[in-house]
């Protein structure tokens, strides 16, 4: 049975509710979690189940805690049903100014992205632990939605955020911590047999190895433009070039994009549901960003090992867990 610790919006402990939520956790992306109250419960009130309040949600079965806000609300048969929303929603219920440039490595304009939103309203949202490899940026805060500016940042620099709840004497705090590495080597194992559940038929992407990134212009002699090419994957697989728009006046910004892309982009990228059983420890290693090595059926002609099996190094993007289904849904 699942623990939702609620809070008011300054994070001060107010209920505890048992009961069974079920939740997603994303690298760099916005998840969900919900979970349902009898209508006859004495805490199913706007006091508790109030828009805006903090939720923490932990459990026995080893998987990291939930934390995030409350902001939709359902009345159906008798039961109410709350669906939090993981800390970028908080993003996307601020907007910037007419025009405000912040300036720096990518882990200091994310700083800078939270003082913002504190100086509009205080939130439970503090500065974490704050480490970037990105070199000098700039992103512009306009009058819209400044999730928009955070996924941008995240996908000029290939860095990116991760959430840590902490609670003191009763008292949430999420910090919000910045990383050049969002891949942890968590030494998860995920075998046919054992750990995984049904079946996961695996889907490959072709490669690009030429990669070019360009600015805003309208005329291409004046364009700034950067290119990131892998001798190593043309060799491989042929050349295999593309290009993308960046909307951006730096060159600095234009060659790590480029770079950035050709990493995604320079092998066959492989791409598979899963759903792991929480047999061992595996639901103790699971995580956004997680480096699993997984096995799966391919045929001898593509094995290693000559037994039919191949073994993939993979990262997980999402995991979607409901207790009731006794087993959590990877994406990579």
Not at 19 to 32: D, F, H, K, N, P
Not at 92 to 120: C, D, H
Not at 144 to 167: C, H, K, M, Q
Request: proline share 5%.
């Amino acid at each position: 049975m699942d623990v939702v610790r609620i809070f008011d919006r300054d994070g001060i402990w107010t209920y505890q509710l048992k009961t069974s939520a079920q939740r997603g956790y994303g690298l760099v992306q916005e998840m969900s979690a919900s979970f349902y109250l009898s209508v006859y419960d004495e805490k199913c009130r706007p006091a508790v189940l109030n828009y805006g309040n903090p939720v923490l949600i932990e459990n026995s079965d080893g998987l990291l805690a939930w934390c995030g806000f409350i902001d939709k609300r359902g009345f159906d048969g008798g039961a109410a049903k709350t669906v939090a929303f993981t800390p970028e929603h908080i993003f996307t219920q601020r907007r910037g100014p007419q025009k405000l440039t912040l300036k720096g490595s990518a882990g200091e304009i994310f700083v800078q992205m939270i003082n913002y939103i504190n100086s509009l309203e205080e939130t439970i949202l503090q500065v974490g632990n704050i480490d970037s490899d990105s070199g000098y940026m700039e992103e512009t805060l306009n009058p819209v939605t400044i999730d928009f500016n955070l996924a941008r940042i995240v996908a000029r620099s290939g860095e990116g955020y991760r959430w840590r709840p902490e609670v003191v004497d009763g008292r949430l705090t999420i910090y919000c911590d910045w990383t050049p590495n969002l891949v942890i080597n968590s030494g998860l194992i995920l075998h046919d047999g054992y750990n995984v559940s049904g079946e996961h038929p695996l889907n490959e992407t072709a490669p690009a190895n030429d990669i070019l990134t360009y600015g805003k212009g309208t005329d291409w002699t004046k364009r700034l433009t950067a290119t990131a090419v892998d001798a190593e994957s043309i060799q491989d697989y042929g050349l295999r070039q593309k290009s993308f728009s960046i909307p951006t006046p730096s060159q600095a910004t234009l060659a790590l994009t480029a770079q950035n892309k050709l990493n995604q982009f320079k092998q066959p990228k492989t791409n598979f549901p899963l759903s792991a059983l929480n047999i061992g420890d595996t639901f103790s290693k699971l995580q956004p960003g997680a480096l699993a090595t997984v096995t799966t059926l391919v045929g001898e002609g593509f094995s290693e090992d000559g037994l039919g099996y191949q073994s993939n190094n993979v990262i997980i993007k999402t995991i979607s867990y409901d207790p009731a289904k006794g087993y959590a849904g990877l994406a990579i």
